[in-house]
């Protein structure tokens, strides 16, 4: 075991690491320092850029903003956002049969079937992107039996959200139009 003396560099570390608990005096003034470096600290950095997301149909004044400052510098790219929803239209039939199908392929996982056999029927109805999200979901978790006919919440051009019961409950499906058809790109149960 080292030997520990009031010299050397250890030393001075001891006493300055050891200094707030030698009393509740000491840690209390530690942390009320601690606290004040925090605060000036907070208050030297920047402000960060304004929001570019839409929150609850709300929107920020960098959206309503096309001034861009002066850089010398390229700049990334812009995004645009649309300040209105796209227009509802009629549901799509072929968009409803895509749900039916995709519902009767979640329903279809005989005991003792693989997860990979469950995904591969609910493929030809699914966005990749999703299938992979479907790849942590457990084929005995999903429902049994399809207790009605999918219905439209809502729906424009390009996605629909389909009202959909089950024996666990009702599933509120969003299927998107892509270059392949109809596709399921997510769903969950209604509350």
Known sequence: MP????????????????????SPKHLVAAVVVLAAVATMIGFLLPEPPPSQHV??????????SAVVPPTRTKSPPTISVPQTPPPQVPPDPAGLAVVEAWGRAWVDHPV??????????LRPYTTEEFLTEMATVDPANAGNVITGSASALSATEGSMVVRLPTD????????????????????????
């Open 3 to 22: 030997i520990r003396t009031h010299r050397g560099r250890a030393a001075v570390y001891r006493r300055l690491w050891g200094w707030p608990l030698r």
């Open 55 to 64: 929150a609850a149909g709300r929107t920020t004044a960098a959206e309503h």
């Open 168 to 191: 666990i409950g009702t599933l509120r499906v969003i299927v998107n139009r892509t270059p392949a058809g109809w596709r399921v790109a997510q769903y969950d149960k209604e509350a």
């Open 112 to 121: 003792g079937a693989d997860r990979q056999q469950w995904l591969d029927k």
